[in-house]
């Protein structure tokens, strides 16, 4: 299995402010994820987070308002830029090594 | 695209009720997953499925993977209020990614 973490664990921000959230995976993985839960529903992949190579956007996400960086095999970063109030929702990070396992989860409050 | 069905929604049982949720689907899986999410945490991987007719348990919690790869199910034998959360199921596809369902809400009265 797989140990994720993910900082900061929550946040509030101003809108117009960006915000990077960082997640440690415990060993290296092949594959690295973010996704999107809104409060009470389920959760929506953002991206694939590509080791040294750009991320890989799903549709309605794009790389200017959610840059990731993966330097290596077990880190990666999400960025929310230009924050609106509409941001505001749990950020996780999954990785993937033989099954998939999420991070706690980054709790964002736009104001 | 591909979407997960899940059911019921939400769940309202009694202690030592035997608790049962599926995903079925309008396209074919590989791999079924099953997860657990409690309030402020992650959603934290119960079971996974890899084979077409395989049925899997964890201590009370039972999983199948549907003989024709569009659908599973969970099963939670004899409840108990720790099992309060959301269950998600998530099928991924040839392209290797996850379909997650819309959630089963959990509560258990004691």
């Known amino acids: 299995s797989a140990v994720i973490s993910q900082k900061p664990s929550r946040d509030i921000c101003q809108r117009g402010t960006s915000l990077t959230i960082q997640c440690q995976v415990d060993?290296?993985?092949?594959?690295m994820f973010w996704y999107r839960q809104q409060p009470g529903q389920s959760l929506t992949l953002i991206a694939t987070?590509?080791?040294?190579?750009?991320?890989?956007?799903e549709s309605g996400f794009v790389i200017d308002k959610f840059p990731i960086s993966r330097p290596n095999l077990t880190f990666s970063t999400l960025t929310v830029s230009n924050m609106s109030p509409e941001d505001s929702s749990i950020y996780l990070c999954?990785?993937?090594?033989?099954?998939?396992?999420f991070g706690p989860g980054t709790r964002l409050l736009v104001l | 695209g591909q979407q997960l069905n899940q059911s019921p929604q939400s769940m309202f049982i009694q202690e030592g009720e035997d608790v049962s949720m599926n995903c079925t689907s309008s396209s074919i899986f590989n791999t079924w997953l099953w997860y657990k999410q409690e309030p402020g945490e992650g959603p934290v991987l119960l079971i996974a499925l890899y084979k077409a007719g395989e049925l899997t348990s964890n201590g009370r919690l039972t999983a199948q993977f549907g003989i024709t790869r569009k659908d599973s199910f969970l099963n939670i034998s004899a409840s108990i209020p720790s099992d309060v959360g959301i269950y998600f199921c998530a099928g991924r596809n040839a392209g290797n990614m996850l379909t997650f369902g819309g959630g089963t809400r959990l509560m258990v009265k004691p």
């Open positions: 999954s990785a993937r090594s033989e099954t998939q396992y």
């Open positions: 060993s290296q993985v092949t594959m």
């Open positions: 987070a590509n080791q040294g190579s750009e991320a890989t956007y």
